[in-house]
């Protein structure tokens, strides 16, 4: 029977062995060279019957040889990394040689031993198969090298008759961007004839589209031009085999095509694309070669450089339309104007300028001169538009923008998304200039490259392959910090110089490696003795960071130079005394965990459980968790909602919360202000002018201009019962403030800054006024001078609202919902807190400067570049969550993602498990926004209640008998987000009408 035998690539090292051997073919020369004696009159057999050597193997250990002994020729392998199958091939022939294992993948730096189990292979087939795809016949989860159990395989023949048709239906045919070229070809071209589709050549610039199709090819038609370019498939099939046998490159002129029309049609193919530098076209049916060019072409986006800096139109619209495609939002290929206008808006915002829908016109045209962007025409006489014409045009004009399929199919992906998305980052966005953290395995190289004060890696192979642990070594900034590791941890360094291309050292002579190379020099501060890893390893692989220096076992990937997240970091510094470390050194750490001002480092658990001790003195009953995720969620956004019946403590939580921080009335930094039912407008907040024109101020002036003027210290608003009236009512302007929020043009400026919620006639008229307290009316002049355009709303004033949700109360809408997290206090202990804490009552506050309470990140420019990681674990979390939501109409946006990723970071700070912090986020985020009587509305909750069950348990609504039954069971013993949810249910179940609310 045939086998089916799985390996995985999961790793940096393995990553980079992927080029070596599957994707690429073995040279003949190291074949020749390093084969063993019985393997030699085999090689050509190999060859031919593979169409060239490719390999995979396997380290020695009982399961890994038993496996190799079991594989035969014929049999499927597999490959598997990122929760998918990547590569397809067949078994031709194995061997067990170290000698031309070591010379292909070399040895691993952890033990020294290498791939020796050899097994050569069919060419692989590139395939894109989720592991849960097909998990019903393999397996759901690997680890090294695996064999699909007999069980499995006879479960397999019993489905599909045979494994070659089960491969051949599950696998063969998913394989991205391998369709026939009629189907794939001519598909495209009659959807862009019926979109009006108009694409670019190369060079001149001509405009072309499609006139007309047919089955055998298309006519291509120049719009200043009659004459039409007829492209075939017969022709298209001959230029795909010519770039292949090209290695995958031609030269994009006269070679692939010497009329214009023509090669600028089949660049439209997906199989093909354009080298960033316009010269070449390439094959990129393998997605990760799609990949490095997108991104390489983004690098490489001609915008406008005439003030002396790039203009970040182009980039930051791309950005919109990836973040568009992660959200969930922008479901088609099809990208008009109005709807990424306001999300380049508000991109633009992030980084620090103004624009409007004018500024927008530009990118959205002037991007089809880059190639992949092309613009759909309302009708092709108007053609003639280069985006001068502001907004109003570009409606008339243009239907939408269509993105070259190749890349659009690849940024359905997060993985992809995310590696666009720092492409864009690295190469366009301002520079925080914060260093970044290294780790390097230097292993015998220790001794010379630390007397040298460098360390330096081989620009290319033995077979001429760039891997980006060497790679990395030029990427290396001064004053980046570089943890130094030879079995133990030997020495941190501070980088000296950029890296930069250098020839070996003449002390490395002895080493096997080419002459060319990249060197960093460093400042050594060394240890005593080496500091052994320990555990922190396996607690840093359990991060899952691409090209970690950490394997899944906690033990040291092979390699050289690894980029260290912030989050990693933070868990190696338990390996060492902060202070005991060389001051630049300290500062360069504290730099790059944002600790510039003063944030704690590596956790902010003692500042929270010393507010716990003192909440608890005042005889409250919330848990430590309860006090962090209010501290994460006032972090996140400086606007809370704090929901449950009445007595259960929700205006004393943001009273004794202040108090513990040393926020009272008494210093006038906590003032409660109790909302009154006819409040309709935001008179009684904010103020109005009189018939004299005098301007009246309202409750929220004295503690705003207060909270300006001392800028180190938080303060606390508490609104009390605040839907009593309708919130977006007399709350809009806070709420729109509140959106604004951004960072000052000024990098030095560590405020984060609004659009005025006072304007420059009401702040004059109040110098005036008989309503405010001297110290007041003293902050106002300094103030109005800081701020000419009007009062912000102050980075260091942090607003509560109390809600109780019954007959006498107003719901809230999307938009208040959507601008705060909601914490419902609906878990009634009523046995806790029957005895007093004693002398915690009389501990003095914990001195919380505003630093440690203030948001460090307003979107997520400010926060993919910090933890990468994170970013794309949400934006693929949320992506799942969407895909529910939507089918009801309860999507979320960017800015709930966003919210998401912030809460996550400040959770992990605070020691919360991560996937209950996720599910808080659910809760706090994206139920209350869920209501309605529909069925949709109950398919939705019960869809979201099956993502939070163990197990593999479900609920079904549609088991009549058991699915109320487990609802029931669920809402008194579940998990607190199974409880809330299974409560909802219960109440549609019973009234037909759902809501957070009412359930």
């Not at 770039?243 to 002129?253: K, L, Q, Y």
């Not at 943890?483 to 490395?508: H, M």
């Amino acid at each position: 029977m045939k086998q089916i035998f799985v390996f995985t690539a999961g790793d940096a090292d393995a990553r980079s062995h992927l080029d070596d051997s599957i994707i690429n073919p073995i040279s003949d020369e190291l074949v020749a060279k390093h084969a063993p004696k019985d393997l030699e009159h085999k090689i050509a057999d190999i060859k031919t019957k593979g169409g060239g050597v490719y390999a995979w193997g396997a380290t020695p250990g009982p399961f890994n040889q038993r496996n190799w002994e079991l594989m035969e020729p014929g049999d499927v392998v597999l490959c598997v990394y990122g929760a998918a199958y990547h590569f397809v091939a067949e078994c031709v022939d194995k061997t067990n040689s170290k000698d031309l294992a070591r010379a292909i993948w070399g040895t691993r730096a952890d033990n020294g031993e290498t791939w020796q189990y050899m097994y050569f292979l069919t060419k692989p087939k590139a395939v894109e198969v989720p592991l849960d795809a097909v998990a019903t016949y393999l397996n759901s989860r690997y680890m090294g090298f695996a064999r699909i159990s007999d069980e499995k395989l006879e479960k397999i023949i019993g489905k599909f008759g045979s494994i070659e048709a089960f491969i051949e239906q599950k696998f063969l045919s998913t394989i991205p961007f391998e369709l026939d070229a009629e189907r794939d070809f001519l598909g495209i071209m009659r959807r862009y004839q019926q979109e009006n589709t108009v694409f670019r050549s190369a060079h001149q610039g001509a405009r072309y589209c499609v006139a007309s199709v047919d089955a055998n090819g298309c006519d291509i038609q120049r719009l200043d031009a009659s004459e039409n370019e007829r492209c075939t498939i017969t022709q298209l099939e001959k230029k795909i085999e010519m770039v292949r046998s090209g290695g995958g490159s031609c030269p994009f002129n006269e070679d692939f095509n010497g009329t214009v029309a023509i090669r600028t049609g089949f660049l439209q193919a997906r199989f093909f694309a354009l080298s960033a530098n316009r010269e070449n076209i390439l094959d990129v049916s393998n997605e990760r070669k799609a990949l490095d060019v997108f991104c390489e072409t983004l690098k490489k986006l001609n915008v406008d450089r005439s003030s002396g800096k790039p203009k970040l139109y182009k980039p930051a619209m791309i950005a919109c339309v990836v973040d568009g495609i992660a959200s969930g939002e922008l479901t088609e290929n099809k990208i008009t104007f109005d709807w990424i206008a306001p999300k380049f808006i508000s991109k633009m915002a992030s980084l620090g300028e103004q624009v409007t829908d004018s500024e927008a016109a530009m990118p959205f045209v002037h991007l089809n001169g880059d190639l992949f962007w092309m613009l759909c025409h309302k009708n092709l006489a108007t053609f003639d538009i280069d985006g001068r014409e502001g907004s109003g045009a570009v409606r008339e004009k243009i239907s939408h923008v269509t993105i070259k399929d190749t890349f659009w199919s690849l940024l359905q992906s997060p993985e992809n998304q995310a590696q666009v998305l720092d492409a864009l980052a690295k190469t366009w966005w301002p520079s925080t200039d914060k260093p970044q953290c290294w780790w390097v395995c230097q292993g015998s190289t220790y001794e010379h490259e630390s007397k040298g004060g460098y360390i330096w890696a081989p620009q290319r192979g033995k077979n001429g392959q760039q891997l980006f642990y060497w790679t990395n070594v030029s990427n290396v900034k001064k004053g980046d910090i570089v943890i130094n590791y030879a079995q133990g941890i030997r020495a941190i360094s501070l980088a000296t110089e950029d890296g930069q291309s250098s020839q070996k050292p003449a002390e490395l002579e002895g080493n096997s490696w080419t002459k060319e190379g990249w060197l960093a020099r460093l400042k050594y501060s060394s240890f005593e003795q080496p500091i052994p890893l320990g555990s922190v390893g396996a607690e840093i692989a359990k991060l899952d960071h691409d090209q970690s220096p950490f394997n899944v076992n906690g033990g040291v990937n092979q390699g050289y130079l690894f980029q260290v997240q912030p989050e990693a970091l933070r868990i190696l510094l338990k390996l060492f005394n902060l202070d005991d470390l060389p001051e630049p050194v300290q500062k360069a750490i504290k730099s790059l965990l944002g600790n510039a001002t003063g944030e704690t480092v590596t956790t902010t658990q003692p500042i929270l459980s010393q507010i716990f001790d003192r909440v608890a003195g005042k005889g409250m009953v919330f848990s430590k968790e309860d006090i962090a995720n209010f501290y994460c969620c006032l972090r996140t956004k400086p606007f809370v909602i704090l929901a449950g019946i009445s007595g259960t403590g929700k205006s004393k939580l943001a009273r004794y919360f202040a108090e513990a921080v040393g926020a009272t009335t008494g210093n006038h930094r906590f003032t409660l202000i109790p909302v009154r039912p006819d409040w309709n407008d935001n008179s009684d907040l904010i103020g109005y002018f009189d018939l004299q024109g005098q301007f009246q101020p309202g409750a929220l002036v004295p503690t705003l201009i207060r909270a300006l003027a001392s800028p180190q210290e938080p303060f606390f608003l508490c609104l009390d019962e605040m839907n009593l009236a309708r919130v977006e009512h007399y709350f809009s302007d806070f709420l729109s403030v509140i959106e604004s929020r951004r960072w000052p043009a000024n990098a030095a400026a560590d405020r984060i800054l609004t659009d005025p919620i006072l304007t420059t006639k009401q702040v004059a008229s109040l110098t005036n006024s008989t309503q405010l307290d001297e110290d007041v009316k003293a902050a106002l002049l300094p103030l109005a001078t800081s701020y000419p355009g009007g009062l912000p709303f102050p980075d260091n004033l942090f607003v509560i609202g109390t809600v109780n949700m019954d007959e006498t109360t107003h719901p809230f809408s999307r938009k208040v919902l959507d601008r705060a997290n909601a914490i419902e206090f609906s878990d009634i202990r009523l046995q806790e807190g029957l005895t007093a804490v004693g002398a915690a009552a009389s501990l003095p506050p914990v001195a919380l400067a505003n630093v440690e309470l203030k948001a460090r990140f307003i979107s997520m420019t400010d926060f993919a570049p910090v933890d990468p990681t994170l970013a794309q674990y949400t934006a693929k979390r949320m992506t799942e969550l969407n895909n529910i939501l939507k089918r009801a109409g309860f999507e979320i946006g960017y800015r709930i993602r966003d919210e998401a990723a912030f809460y996550l970071y400040y959770a992990n700070e605070a020691g919360l498990d991560k996937e209950k912090a996720f599910q808080r986020v659910i809760l706090q985020k994206i139920l209350p926004r869920i209501q309605g009587s529909s069925n949709l509305v109950r398919d939705v909750l019960a869809n979201l209640l099956n993502q939070f069950m163990a197990g593999g348990s479900k609920v079904d609504p549609t088991e009549k008998d058991g699915f109320l039954d487990k609802l029931m069971t669920l809402a008194a013993s579940g998990s607190a987000i199974q409880r809330k949810i299974s409560h909802m249910l219960i109440r549609y179940e019973q009234d037909g009408f759902t809501s957070y609310w009412a359930s």
